[in-house]
């Protein structure tokens, strides 16, 4: 039963993500076969608007923009500014959850309000700091063409076009995130994570320190759950929001998939989960 009902949980999420993916990798492909010094200059200036722009786009209730920023990051695309503001607004399933539950319109303003304000805050702090560490120790920049690690992929060949390429990487990652979210889902399905959360989460100040920790399980059940422990009166405010500004679905999946640099992914997931943990318990002591 546990095994039916996780197929079909993860058959559906991974149709949901499957256009964004595509998506990325269309685009990715299209900048990197039709890239031209006018197309990198306007990317280059569109780069202060990232924050704001993923920040706002983030919050819409699908992971599929954070899969998306993940791949565009790793091409190079957009920065660790944007990306970030992407995975710190983002919010999966829990809007979702708050709708259908009556009496709640107040704490989805508030929350869809708040992520928005830490992910373009925290964005465009990581821009600015990014763009002072670049100045002072430059180093090679990422390409989009850095994506491609087969070099039989046909991602290359003269006349090959976009079209082939994108349709070969957006099965190739589709087929990884399937596996990985259906061993992970009945993983939790046999452990348990709801009655393993009511224990670890007690009401205190640290609260958000273990909300922000159970949101980085890349699966949609962790912000599921954590929305339900704060209809229930289980987690505070500011543990909801630290732990739904972790939970970035399966973007940091992606992150490690397809960005090389692993000290890079570590350090980003850090700093993700060191931002949430930071919003939450402010959040905490002042409400």
Same mark, same amino acid.
């Given at each position: 039963?546990?095994?039916?009902?996780?197929?079909?949980?993860?058959?559906?999420?991974?149709?949901?993500?499957?256009?964004?993916?595509?998506?990325?990798?269309?685009?990715?492909?299209?900048?990197?076969?039709?890239?031209?010094?006018?197309?990198?200059?306007?990317?280059?200036?569109?780069?202060?608007?990232?924050?704001?722009?993923?920040?706002?786009?983030?919050?819409?209730?699908?992971?599929?923009?954070?899969?998306? +920023?993940?791949?565009? $990051?790793?091409?190079?695309?957009?920065?660790?500014?944007?990306?970030?503001?992407?995975?710190?607004?983002?919010?999966?399933? +829990? @809007?979702?959850? @708050?709708?259908?539950?009556?009496?709640?319109?107040?704490?989805?303003?508030?929350?869809?309000?708040?992520?928005?304000?830490?992910?373009?805050?925290?964005? $465009?702090?990581?821009?600015?700091?990014?763009?002072?560490?670049?100045?002072?120790?430059?180093?090679?920049?990422?390409?989009?063409?850095?994506?491609?690690?087969?070099?039989?992929?046909?991602?290359?060949?003269?006349?090959?076009?976009?079209?082939?390429? +994108?349709?070969?990487?957006?099965?190739?990652?589709?087929?990884?995130?399937?596996?990985?979210?259906?061993?992970?889902?009945?993983?939790?399905?046999?452990?348990?994570?709801?009655?393993?959360?009511?224990?670890?989460?007690?009401?205190?100040?640290?609260?958000?320190?273990?909300?922000?920790?159970?949101?980085?399980?890349?699966?949609?059940? +962790?912000?599921?759950? @954590?929305?339900?422990? $704060?209809?229930?009166?289980?987690?505070?405010?500011?543990?909801?929001?630290?732990?739904?500004?972790?939970?970035?679905?399966?973007?940091?999946?992606?992150?490690?998939?397809?960005?090389?640099?692993?000290?890079?992914?570590?350090?980003?997931?850090?700093?993700? $989960?060191?931002?949430?943990?930071?919003?939450?318990?402010?959040?905490?002591?002042?409400?």
């Amino acid at each position: 039963m546990i095994f039916s009902d996780s197929l079909l949980d993860t058959t559906i999420d991974c149709l949901k993500m499957l256009p964004f993916l595509f998506l990325a990798f269309l685009l990715l492909e299209a900048l990197e076969h039709h890239s031209s010094e006018k197309m990198n200059s306007l990317l280059l200036k569109a780069g202060s608007f990232g924050p704001l722009i993923g920040g706002l786009l983030g919050c819409i209730p699908q992971c599929g923009f954070s899969i998306m +920023a993940s791949d565009l $990051y790793a091409g190079g695309v957009i920065s660790l500014g944007t990306l970030l503001a992407v995975f710190l607004s983002t919010s999966d399933e +829990a @809007l979702v959850i @708050l709708v259908s539950t009556a009496g709640h319109f107040g704490d989805i303003l508030r929350l869809i309000g708040v992520k928005i304000v830490i992910g373009i805050v925290a964005g $465009y702090a990581v821009y600015l700091i990014s763009a002072l560490i670049r100045k002072r120790h430059p180093e090679k920049k990422k390409e989009i063409g850095d994506l491609c690690r087969d070099a039989k992929c046909g991602c290359h060949e003269e006349g090959g076009g976009i079209l082939k390429p +994108a349709l070969k990487h957006t099965l190739q990652v589709f087929l990884f995130l399937f596996l990985f979210t259906f061993v992970l889902d009945v993983l939790l399905s046999l452990i348990g994570i709801a009655s393993l959360s009511r224990i670890m989460l007690a009401d205190t100040v640290w609260q958000p320190v273990l909300a922000a920790l159970i949101g980085l399980i890349p699966n949609c059940g +962790a912000s599921v759950v @954590l929305t339900q422990l $704060y209809l229930e009166g289980v987690i505070s405010f500011g543990s909801i929001v630290a732990g739904l500004c972790s939970a970035a679905g399966l973007g940091l999946v992606m992150l490690f998939r397809m960005n090389r640099n692993r000290k890079e992914d570590i350090a980003i997931t850090l700093l993700l $989960y060191g931002i949430s943990v930071l919003a939450g318990i402010l959040l905490q002591i002042l409400f």
